[in-house]
Structures are given as C-alpha cells and as structure tokens.
C-alpha cells in the first residue's frame, strides 16, 4: 500500500500511514520466532518510572493457548480472526510494588498502549499484519489464562500475514481498507484542549 491513500497533514515517516489493521488473514503458519520480535519491540515501550506494567499470552493457530483466545472472542471476531497465526492477549497491572507499599499505578493502560504501538509497527516491519479487538468476553479470556490478581485485560491482537479480502464475509470485504483519520485540526488544541 503506498502512502498517497493515506494523506497526511505533515510529513511523517511511512510506516504510521502504511500500517492499518486488516481482517484479511492468510491461511499460513506464523511460528513462534517470527511472532518473537514483535514482543522484543513491545518490551522497548517507554514505561512510567520503567515499570514496563504490559503482559502478552499469546496461542499460535493449532495450539491449545490459541483455542483459549478464540473462545472468549465475540462471535463476529472470531469468524475471521480464528485465520490468524496468532492471537495474543494484552493485560497489564493496575498497580505497583515499590519499597513494599503497593499503590495504584495509573500509567497502566497508557504505558500498555505505548507497548501494543510498538508491537504493531514491529509486525509491518516484519512484513505482518496485526488487528486489534476488543470484542471479547473478559471473564472467559481472564480464567482461560489464568490473568493474575491485580491485572486488566485490554485486547486481543490477531497476528499473521495478509490473505485476500475475497475470502472474508461479503459484509467485510467493503471495509478491508486503510481508514482515514480526523485532521489534526480536530485533535490539537494549542493551549486548551479541543
């Protein structure tokens, strides 16, 4: 995909208008080390007073750590996100131990996007496609992995490579698209908020 049906208000680097979110999965095999490097990217993630909060459990298609992911899907993830190579959950801990005091740490959720940005720039590097969802039953997905004391759960990712939006639902294929985004006009506010 080339970058002019992404138009940008200022000039970027390609890969933020070159990665989107396909549904459109191939049906092959992603393997444990090409799903590695994206959490090495993942792990790299600025953190709040390096508290690195994120955790990933992650099932390739066939195991049984993938059928526990994809059974706490909604049903219309699951349709196509059962094609992916992976799924991998994203949690992260709502609070923090330091010199024995646990506290809440409320940079949880925004140093665990921080995390999931790098793990998806990471999947375009490597030639992958990476879509998250938070169409899941969270209770189902937190005993299935056992999703420890203290933990929320975010999103599920699928991961794998790009296959033909023809094999999607015809509801789906119109949508297999890179979407646009709001002007900066509309998101930026100089010295107040919009």
């Known amino acids: 995909m080339s970058q002019s049906t992404r138009q940008t208000d200022h000039a970027i680097h390609d890969q ?4 989107w979110s396909p549904r459109s999965f191939a049906d092959t095999v992603l393997t444990q080390e090409a799903l590695m490097p994206l959490f090495e990217a993942a792990r790299w993630a600025p953190s709040a007073s390096n508290n690195q909060p994120w955790r990933f459990a992650y099932g390739l298609r066939g195991d049984a750590g993938f059928a526990k992911i994809a059974s706490a899907l909604v049903p219309f993830n699951r349709a196509w996100a059962e094609k992916a190579g992976a799924l991998v959950a994203i949690a992260s801990a709502s ?7 646990t506290s809440a740490n409320p940079w949880h959720a925004f140093d665990t996007g921080t995390a999931w940005g790098s793990f998806a720039l990471q999947a ?8 998250a969802m938070g169409g ?9 992995l056992k999703l420890p004391e203290g933990y929320v759960l975010h999103a ?27 002007p900066i006009s509309e998101t930026v506010g100089h010295g107040a908020f919009l």
């Open 95 to 101: 609070r923090l131990e330091r010199d024995g005091v």
């Open 156 to 182: 599920v990712v699928a991961v794998g490579h790009q296959g033909d939006a023809a094999d999607l639902p015809e509801m789906l294929q119109a949508r297999e698209a890179p979407s646009p985004r709001r």
């Open 124 to 131: 375009h590097h490597a030639g992958l496609i990476a879509h």
């Open 16 to 19: 933020f208008t070159e990665r």
């Open 136 to 144: 899941f039953d969270a209770a189902v997905l937190a005993e299935a």
